[in-house]
């Protein structure tokens, strides 16, 4: 399926897209890109990298607990593939690869970092929100 939309030559922000009613469109190429990185094990990747800087498979698979093998893999080749990580393989026995963030990757992790923590202060209120009774219904 052909996008519509051409890559900008000038960095638009997405308040911007969202205002213009662009990445609300099923065409817009930024939409793949937020999917990897605000998924549930997106988010949490990128805060293990920021942190650790860089990591092995294994180690990510014992900090982001309860994701399983195969998630973490396809979660760090979007990220790759978006241009936020890079896997360095090591030509030894048994094999060694680490991952570390790029500088694009160090941005949005930061970002999404902060996200993170905004909804950690917040958690009290937010938990409140869900048993208020307007609220625990799940209508809109």
């Not at 988010?43 to 399983?68: A, I, P, Q």
């Not at 790759?80 to 694009?104: I, K, N």
């Amino acid at each position: 399926m052909k996008s519509n939309f051409e890559l900008p030559i000038e960095t638009v922000p997405l308040s911007e897209l969202v205002r213009r009613g662009e990445l609300l469109s099923a065409d817009c190429p930024s939409r793949e890109v937020l999917k990897h990185v605000t998924s549930r094990w997106g988010v949490l990747v990128l805060m293990v990298l920021l942190d650790e800087k860089t990591c092995r498979f294994s180690d990510l698979r014992r900090k982001v607990d309860g994701v399983s093998e195969k998630m973490l893999a396809q979660t760090l080749q979007w990220l790759a593939a978006d241009g936020f990580v890079v896997r360095t393989s090591y030509d030894v026995v048994p094999p060694h690869v680490d991952y570390r963030l790029t500088p694009l990757g160090d941005e949005v992790a930061r970002q999404v970092s902060s996200l993170a923590d905004w909804i950690e202060v917040n958690l009290s209120r937010i938990l409140s929100a869900r048993t208020e009774p307007a609220n625990a219904s799940g209508h809109v």
